[in-house]
């Protein structure tokens, strides 16, 4: 190999050893930039909250009640005063035996003419609560009583019309009187004429309803009432737990008179809806967290993948660079034996 065809290959590879260095260089920033997005990624997966279910315990209270008389009272509040008493709040529960009720629905047959209806359940007319019938000796319950009965009977019917209207609201109420064999009493049923007369209640060929009309009756309710700012004292046992209950009675002029002693019932309670909604959220969350999880996961795996590749590149390019290495160094033993067999003068 000739002196200048020497230098050129050297130039050559002094390029190309160049070029694989920028190479290298170039993978290295690239894997420092996947370096960095990874490490981004694990500091998310370590920031990530792991979801907690629910605890029963966290829902779970412990409810104080008393019993006066009939009515079943329970504990609603309670604030501690400086002087050991406590304000109190609690609810009253007693079943009221003659209450307003609803009684389902049924069919009611229209008859007459249009502007001038009656209205029938069965073969019995509704009539307006409270008045007498027209002819009361061809009513099924009026002609079962005396002429004191029916006066009294007119006066019951008007705590009926309070009550329904108390709880109902204010409307033209009929009424049709049932008799049960079995109990040999008679029970009577309710109905409000603006439901009878509602322009989307449809009437068949026959007369009668093609939808079912709400019906009300006289039965047994759960009736609920709050007491709000009592003043009570507690006595309580060796573990804190309180046993009975002394409520005060108040004057008009704030004095407290007449206190009463209950014995306490303790129960627990658990909110089983507000537990069911926290555990649909706890589901929610951890479907997210999990989600979150797998594409980060997925993320990380390609950065890895790419950071593989970019390795197995730079192993190459070593590869190379020292086959370059090797190559350089043979050509420059060349170039110094041309030089010295050129320019040697003496042996």
Not at 160 to 172: D, H, S
Request: overall charge negative.
């Amino acid at each position: 190999m000739g002196m200048a065809a020497s230098q050129a290959r050297f130039l050559g590879l002094t390029a190309r050893k160049t070029n694989t260095e920028y190479e290298g260089q170039q993978i290295n920033q690239q894997r420092t930039t996947l370096s960095n997005q990874s490490s981004n990624y694990y500091n998310q997966l370590l920031g990530m909250t792991v979801p907690t279910p629910p605890s029963t315990q966290d829902f779970t209270k412990t409810v104080y009640t008393f019993t006066d008389g009939a009515l079943d009272n329970t504990i609603t509040s309670m604030i501690a005063q400086s002087d050991g008493t406590y304000i109190i709040s609690y609810t009253r529960k007693w079943t009221d035996d003659f209450a307003a009720v609803s009684a389902g629905s049924t069919v009611v047959t229209r008859v007459g003419e249009e502007d001038n209806y009656s209205y029938m359940v069965g073969s019995v007319y509704l009539r307006n609560l409270g008045e007498m019938p027209a002819d009361p000796d061809s009513d099924p319950y009026f002609s079962t009583l005396n002429d004191e009965q029916r006066q009294k009977a007119l006066v019951e019917e008007q705590e009926y019309l309070t009550k329904l209207n108390e709880k109902y609201g204010e409307a033209n109420w009929q009424v049709r009187y049932s008799y049960n064999t079995t109990t040999q009493t008679w029970s009577p049923y309710f109905y409000k004429k603006e439901d009878l007369e509602k322009e989307d209640v449809l009437y068949g060929e026959n007369g009668a309803s093609l939808s079912y009309i709400p019906c009300y009756t006289i039965g047994a309710a759960q009736e609920t009432e709050e007491v709000k700012g009592s003043i009570a004292r507690f006595e309580q046992d060796s573990t804190g737990r309180f046993m009975s209950i002394t409520i005060y009675q108040q004057s008009d002029d704030g004095t407290l008179t007449q206190p009463v002693t209950y014995s306490l019932t303790t129960n627990t309670t658990t909110d089983q809806d507000a537990y069911d909604d926290a555990m649909n959220q706890y589901e929610f969350d951890k479907n997210q967290y999990d989600h979150s999880i797998q594409e980060i996961n997925a993320k990380i795996e390609m950065i890895q993948a790419q950071d593989k590749n970019l390795e197995l590149r730079l192993k190459q390019l070593d590869t190379e660079q020292n086959a370059i290495q090797t190559e350089m160094d043979a050509v420059q033993k060349v170039i110094e034996k041309n030089t010295e067999s050129t320019f040697k003068t003496f042996g």
